[in-house]
């Protein structure tokens, strides 16, 4: 199983970026999905987290900016952010709650990481 980001780029302060992450490999069920990031010299941070069934949380720093949405046909997750700020400059990385064929519970899968730069 395989996790794809794509997305990522150099952006001013108050546009917009969209991110899709795409899970492959022999899956049988996707369960939660979310966004993570980590600003440079910082921890990691959750951004957002979605369940198989669409609901959704965010951290009170991007609410209101922020969309995660998903498809499970295609099981890609996305994340929509919005009016942008310096202080979202972060890699961004995609994780899901994967049930692989072949085994009996799920196992957390992270993808590679994008980089989202915001310029003021």
């Known amino acids: 199983v395989q996790l794809q980001a794509s997305g990522g780029g150099l952006v001013q302060a108050g546009e917009s970026l969209r991110l899709s992450c795409a899970a492959s490999?022999?899956?049988?069920?996707?369960?939660?999905m979310g966004w993570y990031r980590q600003p440079p010299g910082k921890q990691r941070e959750r951004v957002a987290v979605i369940t198989r069934g669409g609901m959704s949380n965010y951290a009170d720093s991007v609410k209101g900016r922020f969309t995660i949405s998903r498809d499970n046909a295609r099981n890609t997750v996305y994340l929509q952010m919005n009016n942008l700020k310096p202080e979202d400059t972060a890699v961004y990385y995609c994780?899901?709650?994967?049930?692989?064929?072949?085994?009996?519970?799920?196992?957390?899968?992270w993808g590679q990481g994008t980089q989202v730069t915001v310029s003021s």
């Open positions: 490999g022999r899956i049988v069920k996707i369960n939660d």
């Open positions: 994780a899901a709650g994967i049930l692989e064929s072949g085994r009996i519970f799920e196992n957390n899968y």
